[in-house]
């Protein structure tokens, strides 16, 4: 399985390139050999009102389903946008996943 960091208009640090890493693994667990490959990508955006917010996308190849999972969550806190994409993620891994195993079996 490989990982890769993307960052736009973002400063990453090696703490917060771990933090990323270390919230990839806890979120595929289980499912680690099925996962191919994992996108992390890291944006600041402006929003109205001159309001710049942290998005960050989660892209998921997986062995057998063509084109993936993604998930995008934008917060003020950089934190918090990987932990709730992170969430997002990880329920959304194991639906995909469980129902292909029911299909499949």
């Known amino acids: 399985m490989r990982i890769e960091i993307h960052v736009e208009r973002f400063c990453l640090n090696r ?5 990323i890493r ?3 693994l ?5 499912w680690k050999a099925r996962v191919r490959k ?3 990508s890291l944006t600041d955006v402006m929003l109205g009102c001159g309001s710049i917010e942290k998005r960050c996308l989660v892209e998921m190849e ?7 999972v993604v998930c995008q969550q934008i917060d ?3 934190l ?5 994409s992170m969430a997002c993620m990880g ?9 292909s195993e029911v299909s499949s079996g």
């Open 38 to 40: 994992v996108m992390v």
């Open 15 to 19: 703490h917060l390139y771990r933090y």
């Open 91 to 99: 329920g959304l891994l194991r639906c995909t996943l469980l129902a």
């Open 80 to 84: 918090c946008a990987i932990d709730r």
């Open 26 to 30: 806890a979120c595929i667990g289980e």
């Open 76 to 78: 003020r806190d950089t």
């Open 62 to 68: 997986l062995d057998g389903l063509p084109g993936g």
């Open 22 to 24: 270390r919230k990839v």
